[in-house]
């Protein structure tokens, strides 16, 4: 028997998620309830996670969730995670309201160095001016209600790192889930953040970029549960 990816009950290897493989109890067995990075049906309209193909909202009745234009800072090239799912959680309230942000921007920042030393590579140094930038880009997300590197504004990786004093070949990972999306644990969110940072290839490049020696974890909860995560780098 193999262990729930989402709350550790034991679950069948044959009641694996189809869509990303990951096992799963029969209660997170919706994409939705295990924040399911590998479902592409966009012709039912409920999904948006292909961030590096993007979906257009003409047509669907449903809002853009991102827009995830590649960007450049110095030669990086990064672009959004955005993982959402059409989910009615009224029942239980929101999810996600009593996860502890520190703990989880810890949590996300040991599992991103677990990632890099189990390649051979040099763990990240945690920089707290690259976390405030971070934590930053976070808050307006979830203020404005957008995902993206780039603010409505037009302020860009490069502006915010500028604005701070922050001198460096820098990049930037952004992962957002929306309320319901997984209901149990900060250590279950952050390893949800890795691994879909990790599957996607311009995140996962800069998270395994040999020349970055530190980063920042910035995290915020709206008041609807959707968590907003921004992992800058230096």
């Known amino acids: 028997m193999a ?4 709350c550790g009950a034991e679950a069948s290897v044959s009641d694996a998620c189809p869509h990303c493989a990951r096992p799963v109890c029969e209660e997170h067995r919706p994409p939705d309830a295990h924040d399911c990075p590998g479902v592409r049906d966009d012709a039912a309209r409920r999904w948006y996670t292909d961030p590096d193909a993007g979906r257009a909202s003409a047509g669907t009745g449903l809002p853009e969730l991102s827009n995830p234009r590649r960007l450049a800072v110095g030669v990086l090239l990064v ?3 955005a ?5 009615a959680f009224a029942a239980v309230g929101v999810p996600t309201a009593g996860i502890d942000a520190e703990r989880t921007e810890r ?3 040991q599992g991103a160095n677990d990632a890099r030393t189990e390649r ?10 690259l976390a405030a930038v971070a934590e930053t880009h976070s808050q307006r ?21 500028a604005a701070a004093g922050i001198d460096c070949r820098g990049g930037e990972n952004v992962y957002f889930t929306p309320n319901g999306a997984l209901r149990v644990s900060e250590a279950a969110l952050a390893d949800a953040v890795v691994r879909a ?6 995140h996962r490049a800069a998270l395994l970029d040999a020349d970055h020696t530190k980063q920042g974890i910035g995290i915020v909860v709206d008041e609807d549960g959707g968590v907003y995560v921004t992992q800058d780098f230096c």
């Open 79 to 81: 672009a959004v995670v």
């Open 120 to 129: 051979g590579l040099d763990p990240l140094g945690y920089d707290p001016e």
């Open 83 to 87: 993982v959402a799912a059409m989910a």
């Open 141 to 161: 997300m979830a203020t404005a209600g957008f995902v993206n590197h780039t603010w409505p504004d037009g302020t860009t990786v490069a502006d915010r790192y």
């Open 3 to 6: 262990e729930c990816s989402v």
């Open 107 to 109: 949590l996300v920042a």
């Open 197 to 202: 940072w990790l599957g996607s290839p311009g």
